[in-house]
């Protein structure tokens, strides 16, 4: 395009937009009344076809619109927990038993699925270490939990660090335990970038804890624990008691605090017999069947949508249970876990929410 064809192109629209702006302004309060009632109409139009939000919704919205990026991502009330009476009603599912017989179970928040990772709390060690001491039992156990990843995962030294980080490249496995004694792990199609991140996060937080105070996870746990932390007496009954009576004693008392876990446990207690004057394989039956019934339970309600394989294990173990049982002893194992369950009042927190 030549210069005086641009020139007169910009004269021409130029000349388009004054007279525009004069018929705007001569007409500007004509024209924004009838914007006005546009307006209007479309409000009063829409107010009337719009369906009612229900209570879950309204609260849905409000938690999304009160996130600000300096605000941890929440998930909004209506998914967290359905308000309404419908949906709270089938979330009270019956475990049947012999002749019929059926006890419902009431599932609730667990005490500790929300709480921060071990990694956040390594990073936090100093915060958390003082509420610990104040006696708050969630604080006991995060520091137990960190100092047991820190025992089992962290490296001694930066040098070892390195060395592992190295052989992970090499080899496609990541050594885990502070000396090396504990087996390879073998990372199945992770990241290595992400995990040379992770392994270096998680040593920069443990090596932040005072050497003198990084083996004191069993003291932390322990207070946890007798302050009735229900996570803190299974972790304790099924790892740090393990092969004595008093891992029974926690495990059972988690257990009458609501933790279904604990049965899991609990079952391969008695089926071993460890730290029992004998094994009860009756008993361990028991303890099997009603933790995979509610844990099946709670996996329908709560759980994953791809929990397909979690599943298919529950449902194997209660089928090879049945078949390996004759009727008059599978008989017994219902009586025996349908007592268990009404003798439980506190049954049950969730493993998913």
Not at 15 to 38: C, S
Not at 187 to 215: F, V, Y
Request: glycine residues 6%; negative net charge; hydrophobic residues 40%.
């Amino acid at each position: 395009m030549s210069t005086l064809v641009g020139n007169k192109t910009v004269e021409y629209f130029a000349k388009g937009g004054q007279n525009i702006y004069r018929v705007v302004r001569r007409n500007l309060r004509v024209i924004a009344a009838a914007f006005a009632i546009a307006i209007a109409s479309v409000a009063a139009l829409l107010i009337e076809r719009q369906p009612a939000i229900p209570v879950s919704e309204s609260q849905r919205l409000v938690a999304i619109s009160e996130e600000t990026e300096d605000a941890p991502k929440r998930v909004p009330v209506a998914e967290a927990m359905p308000a309404s009476d419908e949906v709270q009603a089938a979330e009270s599912p019956r475990i049947l038993f012999r002749d019929g017989r059926s006890v419902a179970i009431n599932f609730r928040a667990s005490s500790v699925q929300n709480l921060i990772s071990p990694y956040e709390m390594l990073l936090n060690y100093n915060h958390f270490k003082s509420l610990a001491e104040a006696g708050d039992a969630d604080a006991q156990y995060l520091i137990a939990r960190a100092l047991e990843v820190c025992r089992w995962s962290a490296p001694a030294s930066r040098e070892q660090l390195e060395e592992s980080i190295a052989t992970m490249y090499e080899t496609l496995r990541l050594p885990s335990g502070r000396n090396g004694e504990y087996a390879w792990v073998l990372m199945d199609g992770e990241n290595l970038e992400e995990a040379e991140a992770s392994a270096r996060q998680k040593a920069e937080g443990c090596w932040n804890i005072p050497e003198a105070e990084r083996d004191n996870d069993f003291d932390w746990l322990s207070k946890a624990a007798a302050n009735s932390h229900v996570g803190a007496l299974v972790v304790l009954g099924d790892r740090y008691q393990s092969g004595t009576a008093a891992a029974t004693q926690s495990l059972d008392r988690a257990w009458r605090l609501g933790s279904f876990g604990a049965l899991g446990v609990l079952a391969n207690v008695y089926k071993s017999g460890e730290g029992l004057e004998a094994s009860d394989q009756l008993l361990s039956a028991a303890y099997t069947y009603l933790y995979s019934h509610i844990y099946l339970e709670d996996l329908e309600l709560h759980g994953p949508i791809n929990g397909d394989l979690l599943r298919a294990v529950f449902q194997g173990r209660l089928d090879e249970l049945t078949s390996s049982l004759q009727p008059n002893q599978m008989d017994k194992v219902l009586d025996l876990a349908q007592k268990m369950l009404l003798e439980n009042p506190r049954c049950c927190e969730s493993n998913f929410y």
